[in-house]
């Protein structure tokens, strides 16, 4: 089993629409969790970090559920500009190693 | 200007060649880090670097070799390629005393290397 799972996509999505996608993660004494967005081919760019609260950025939301050991990222009113490839990334220990997943690919079509 | 840069960006090499993949950031971070990312794959750690003097493997070190050459500076090289090493490196930093933000890590551009 992948440390981090994620549904591959891609979800294409009309603009203006919202979309939710989630992650799995394996090592329940994970402790820092994040979404990073990845345009093609280009350097992952840190999108939001997930709180144990669940946490909101403008149109993104994130959840986190420890129970059942996945986070979820939420994204209203998809823009054009959001077309991107979202990586669930989850800590893999105290010392900064970061597991990656590979990433959920959503298209905005007008 | 870019906080943390990799040259070159792109490299086509040959099979058996030495390369190295340069990294140089000024976040002041005293963590770097090496991944490499195939198509549909996460990215996967190569080597990492608490600070000068700590150098660790990581999932996929085998063929790669490390130097850190400063707090700012920290280079990949493979000794001989090999063209399963065909891939998109990155190069990442961290800062450890960053409270909330202490995991987060900050990404190079990249390197789209080929080796044929």
């Known amino acids: 089993r992948k440390e981090v799972e994620q549904d591959p996509g891609p979800f294409n999505v009309p603009e203006g629409a919202t979309v939710a996608f989630n992650c799995t993660y394996s090592?329940?004494?994970?402790?820092?969790f994040f979404w990073y967005r990845q345009d093609c081919r280009k350097e992952p760019k840190l999108l939001m970090s997930?709180?144990?609260s669940g946490n909101e950025d403008g149109r993104f939301t994130a959840q986190l559920n420890r129970a059942s050991q996945y986070i979820s990222l939420l994204i209203r009113d998809s823009k054009l500009s959001d077309s991107a490839t979202y990586l669930c990334v989850v800590n893999r220990d105290s010392w900064g190693k970061l597991q990656f997943g590979a990433g959920t690919q959503v298209v905005v079509t007008p | 200007d870019a906080d943390v840069t990799q040259t070159p960006r792109n490299r086509i090499t040959k099979t058996g060649k030495r390369i190295m993949l340069e990294c140089s950031q000024t976040k002041g971070h005293d963590r770097m880090y090496w991944y490499r990312q195939d198509p549909g794959l996460g990215l996967q750690l190569i080597y990492y670097?608490?600070?000068?003097?700590?150098?660790n493997k990581g999932e996929i070190s085998d063929g790669y070799s490390v130097s850190r050459q400063a707090q700012a500076k920290f280079s990949l090289s493979l000794e001989s390629a090999i063209p399963n090493q065909t891939a998109l490196y990155f190069c990442a930093t961290s800062d450890p005393g960053a409270g909330l933000k202490a995991d987060t890590q900050y990404f190079g551009p990249g390197t789209r290397l080929t080796v044929l």
């Open positions: 997930v709180y144990s």
């Open positions: 670097s608490f600070d000068v003097k700590d150098i």
């Open positions: 090592n329940s004494a994970s402790q820092s």
